[in-house]
């Protein structure tokens, strides 16, 4: 930046005339600050005070201003404290603070030829307002201390970013502010987290980082540049040092190193590491520590300067290269340079602070025309109802474009996977199904409509994946003989639908329950999304759409009322679908005889009394692992064999009085054609499951679950909503915008605002009147 060629010869604010000689430069400078003001510096000193102001407005109301502001920058112990000080012109001791630097310290120095003493006032915490001058140096390091005690205490954090402001008034110092920042460290101190230095890192880059910033960047000259600890911190910030000032401190302690003119030229020009263009300040500052008078203090300063200009043209052979260098070496020049940079950028800043100010101002009122309705609002049940009304019935046609197909808001960050929604859901996998399910898109982030019709795929493919379960021998028996004893027939096709029928019952129904929980959790969802919607496409059609920010009450209502729909609409769907599978299963369904099912060689004229008990219990078909399926609840457990041999029994008139071992009665039904019978009758089973479970999904249950859900959200949503919020007396309706202590905060915001507009306001004339007078 300012260290660039072009920008050596930038005159001070002060000293228009001034050259600074290789003995007094300081000196020189040191005086301009007590001359008479000529009627360009007045006007710097205005729009000096005019940013002062704003500076201290914008951090008491937290207002993002880009000001132009110097913030001091580097490791501990490089000198910053120290060359803060020499720039006020006395000390105040702040190195001396045992905890080191915390908070960041807005150090105002304002130039005023009347203040012979300094007069350091600091701002109130959260107030733009100043306390009382402190007088005691020592006091000042305490208020320092105090402050960022206590706020570390609230915070329970090692460092933070919220500043001190010290404005500072004295004859001896520039129309300068610096923003000082705790020193880089590598370890954190004894009691200390371990993450402070990590902590004053991320804090000092966001201090930093703003734009308008100039970094005043401060490493010793004891260091190498090759081997600076902090430069690159400094480069990720700034990487072409555009608007970096470097200086190099405690230049007394390398001067002795120099003896020939080659070596201080060379070290002067730090090129090859920071590039040619950069030019860096050398500042050495007074190392006694004994106490002195402030006046004492400044002749030292000026002092030092000056015994380095010596040393550099009496005791180095040849001298240095003055013409390059001079204006980069001694306090002097940089207080100057600074001085100058920061009345440079308040200049060239002053058209866009203005433009902005004036921005602010009509943001502000607007603001504050809104919470002068809301507050008004309150009570204007009229005005509440319509509003609220417009509100629910966009966040309904909110709901209607997303299941109808949306794509905003972004289905990255609003989708879901289909894993996703079904661990949130809570409904891990389809009931009795053990295999994944994977319909199609399901790693896709889907929501609304589309994530709906992905569910009604996801229940057909588990659908499908069931197959008609093993049937015990003993459970076959009983359905079977129950049939044969009926109507004389064998009952083979009888048992086989009647084993499909029960079978579709207890493995449909809780697919169909879990299609419907996990239909109800894409559609619940939409509220989020619909709100998400409303609040960035604010307007609805032109219209505005209710500005119902704030009222907690109400949106808590509405999301309630919104649950209870879906939650109603679920249950309802759930039962259309019970019945579509009641209805697909029940006695008088022709579903199953719909097909033309082969019955095989074991049909109803065949059967006599097949003796099943030495055939595998395996059905020709079954996936599932979940063996021995109850279809019937309290089913007797006889085995097949066992009722087979009691319906001989029976069939000899002897079932009673036989008194034949089951044995033997076992033993003289072992045939060689009956194993298939039990085979065949699962074999039909399956098949009529098959078809039961064909018809529900494809011709019934689809549709309904459509009917069902997506019907009622897009035709009776914004209705049962209205039911449920506005269908009540005004006194309970009011229920939901009365909210203890919500009234108060509304005024209390008011306040705030009220404040902020008028500092914005007085800032704007201000900056008004420093405008015209350029
Ligand atoms: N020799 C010499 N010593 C200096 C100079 N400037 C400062 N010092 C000394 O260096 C030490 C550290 O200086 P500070 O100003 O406290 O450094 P700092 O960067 O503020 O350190 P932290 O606040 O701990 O980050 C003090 O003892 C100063 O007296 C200088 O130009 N020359």
Redesign the pocket.
Known sequence: MATCDALLKTPTAYSTNHTISSSSSSSVSMKHHETTESPSSSTSKSRFEAYNRLQSAAVAFGEKLPIPEIV?L????????????ALLGFRFN????EM??RRPLILQMVHDPTALDPRCRFQEEDSEEYGNPIVLSSAIADTIKSRTDALLEKTKTAVSSKPIVMRAEYAHCPNLTII?T????LKAKKGEPESTPEEILSMVISLASPPNRILLF?Q??SVEWCSSLWLDAVRDIDPTFRRTLIVV?????RLKEFTERWEVDRYLSASGYLGEKIHPFF???????TAVSNDEYRKQISQ?DSDILRHLKENVKGGYDEEKYKSHIGFGCLRDYLESELQKKYKEATPATLALLEQRCSEVTAQLNIMDSKIQATSDVAYLRRSSMLFASSICNHVGALIDGAAYPDPEQWGRTTEEEKSESGMGSWPGIISDIKPPNSTLRLYGGAAFERVVHEFRYAAYSVECPTVSRDKMANIILAHTGGGGGSGIAEAAVEIARAAAKSWLAPLLDTACERLAFVLRNLFDLAMERNQDLHFDHGKRTGDMDGYVGFHAALRRSYNCFIKDVAKECKKVVRQHLDSVTSPYSQVCYETDVSFGPGSKSNFSCPDLSDQENVPPVNSNKKEDQETTAGEASLTLSETQSLHQAKEHGNFIESGASKSKLLDSQKGSQVGSVYSEICSLAAQHFARIREVLVERSVTTALNAGFLTPCRDRLMVALGQDLFGVKDEKFMDMFVAPGAIDILHSERESLQKLQKMLHSCLTEFKSVATSL
Do not use: I, M, W
């Not at 705790?182 to 460290?185: A, K, L, M, S």
């Open positions: 001091a580097g490791g501990q112990s490089d000198g910053k404290s120290s060359l803060l000080e702040v190195r001396e603070v080191g630097t000082d705790p020193g880089f460290v401060l010793q000259s401190s405690k230049f007394d302690n500042v050495a500052l007074p190392k006694e520590r030092v």
